[in-house]
């Protein structure tokens, strides 16, 4: 079954690198500020069959590594680096096309402010459930199992902790300091971010791609919270079988939308939108890691993909990348 | 409304802020009670220092254009003019006559210059 996953993630991964290149604002190709005409030209056309020659051929001999070997770390990092050198190729060929981005920055005073979906009580929520859950528990702790699943594969639960109250409390914790997480993300999106297109059809696109992304952001915060739920209230196997395919189905539903809608709702106006994404090409490594000490912004639209990422040259992407990189340590070492 | 700024300019962006709103102001595209973006979001949009947006707006609140609430937020309020002590033509000359030499060091001609003061001229005896 993990092999089958393996061979799924594999190719769903690469279908959407193919279309990559499709859903980026038209103004960027391969993270560089290019004229939008230049995606239909002989010499984009080039850029782009290679690029996706050699993501699917990483893809090929990863597969093929994998069936040879059943190392699945060994063939992902053979796969990352056949991708990431096919993405650098396609933005060292893609920097010869490169245009001076639009100084001129238009800022819409009158647009509508934008708000958290639900508003606070809609954040708060999932916090106030999973103190109630750790109270009502750690007060019920002698009605519980001696053991408790943690984490769950297909066949079932797989790791298992005695029960007690730290562990309870330390269960809990966790999976708040992950919807904490997912909440910060989504305040980086909304609050940390900046808006590119000014006015028009075009904001209003982006307004409604930033609020999908932010539902989806809520509805991830809210799933994660039933794990530890279903643990303690001794859920059958079942219902996480049931989660898993409920959070699956939600997340392609949404990641199938931002894909329509193209980064930044793009592919939702026709218009042409302002030339770049107000970020400077030469604060880019590859097209990938924005570095600007100079912006105050945390987050930035990517310029290969969908979505945000991180300002390094920001303090705070620092402490959020820490913040993520101690969870898991952290989570083993609390539920050992 | 829309505030254009462009940092490529050679003019500072502070400055760039508080002259385009302060027409916004004074033309009554901005009207009293509107709101202005908080600190924070106009310097994100922008890519400035938070401190850029903030300096602008407390010099527009020192004229008296602005309420600036103590979370960042800035509020138009309604302004009386200043009373002058007296015309001071010679000075309105020099300043007109300073800003008419720096657009044409950045390239504009004397006549788009010519053509643009007296369309302004119109609209000033038409207020």
Known sequence: MSAALFYISLLAISALLHLMPRITRPDLYFGVTVDPALRISASARRILQRYRFGVWCSTLAAVALQMALQRPAVSAVLYAVGIGGAQLAAHHSTLAHAIPRATAIEIDLSAPPEHFPGGFAAAALPFVLLLVLGTWSVSHVDRLPGRLPVHWSFAGPDHWVTTSPRLIVMLVLLHAISCLVLMAAAWGVLHGSRRICASGPAAAAERRFRRRTLLMLLTVAYFSILPPALALLQAPVIAMRLWSAALAIMLLGFIVTLLRAGQGGARLFASRPPVGDRTADDRWLGGFIYINRADPALLVEKRMGIGWTLNFGNPWSWLLIAMLVAMVPTGHYLLR | ?127
């Open chain 2, 1 to 127: 409304m829309i505030l254009r700024i462009d940092p490529g300019s050679s003019a500072p962006v502070y400055r760039q802020i508080v002259d385009g709103l302060r027409v916004a102001l004074v033309n009554g595209d901005l009207a009293p009670g509107d709101s202005l973006p908080a600190v924070r979001r106009l310097a994100l949009d922008i890519g400035v220092h938070f401190n850029t947006v903030a300096s602008a707006y407390r010099e527009l609140a020192r004229e008296g254009w602005l309420h600036i609430s103590a979370r960042g937020g800035a509020q138009v309020q309604r302004r009386s003019l200043p009373i002058a002590a007296k015309p001071e033509s010679a000075t309105h000359r020099r300043r007109i006559e300073e800003l008419l030499a720096h657009l044409q060091a950045n390239g504009a001609t004397p006549s788009s210059l010519a053509r643009e003061l007296r369309r302004m001229a119109k609209a000033l005896e038409a207020s």
